[in-house]
């Protein structure tokens, strides 16, 4: 393994430990994970899940004579909702760039497709500091919109221009972390890389223990 470089079939590989791995803990947090065969025989990643929304619903009633004069006025409470919004994250491999490329999009129930960076930003949270914290990772400034090499359909992408010197810095190659610290092999490629570029676009990865 060349680190941080990746031939197909070592991301074969990797897709598959990843999933091994993490499909429970991901599955029960509500993320589908899926191990997708293309029409050429490629294999790539899909995790997709429910966006969840903010509903305003009626404010309670309250019986009048329990009604202190000095209660003050609250607000009308929200609940959070499951409309049949989704959102997709497929990690697909590069043979140009040797690295894993994440596509995103956003399916509403209507089946209408998001391609604009900034409202699927404001669909994944409606946390303002999340939103904050997601536009400052470095792979934000770099989404655009290409289509997907294995299904010929629109899909925002990260470019993967970064993703080798990201990966680089952070983490080291098996056997050779004494000045970074922390190791990445094949059982960890993916969750490491997904842990640092999918913060641009809301996705986390549960943690998990290691065996």
């Known amino acids: 393994m060349d680190y941080p470089y ?19 803990a991901l599955e029960d947090s509500g993320t589908r994970v899926e191990q997708q065969t293309s029409s050429t025989g490629r ?19 309250h019986n009048e004579e ?6 003050p006025a609250g607000p009308v409470p929200e609940h959070i909702a499951d ?13 140009t760039w040797r ?25 994944v949270t409606e946390d303002v500091e999340m939103r904050r914290a997601m536009t400052a990772v470095p792979f934000g400034g770099a989404l655009g919109v290409t289509d997907h090499p294995e299904l010929g359909v629109p899909f925002l992408y990260l470019h993967p221009c970064h993703t080798a010197d990201l990966l680089r ?16 092999g094949p059982d960890e490629y993916l969750a490491a890389w997904l842990s640092l570029s999918g913060a641009a676009v809301g996705l986390t990865l549960p943690s998990i223990g290691y065996c």
């Open 6 to 24: 990746l031939t197909c079939r070592e991301f074969k590989e990797c897709v598959e430990r990843f999933v091994k791995r993490y499909r429970s």
């Open 43 to 61: 294999q790539y990643l899909v995790l997709q899940r429910a966006v969840y929304t903010k509903r305003a619903v009626s404010a309670p009633v």
């Open 66 to 71: 329990n009604i202190e004069d000095d209660d």
């Open 83 to 95: 409309d049949g919004t989704r959102i997709e994250y497929h990690t697909v491999y590069s043979a």
């Open 99 to 123: 690295v894993p490329v994440l596509y995103v999009r956003v399916v509403t129930s209507s089946g209408e497709v998001v391609l604009d960076g900034e409202r699927v930003c404001d669909l």
């Open 169 to 184: 810095a952070v983490v080291a190659p098996p056997g050779q972390q004494e000045e970074i610290g922390q190791s990445v």
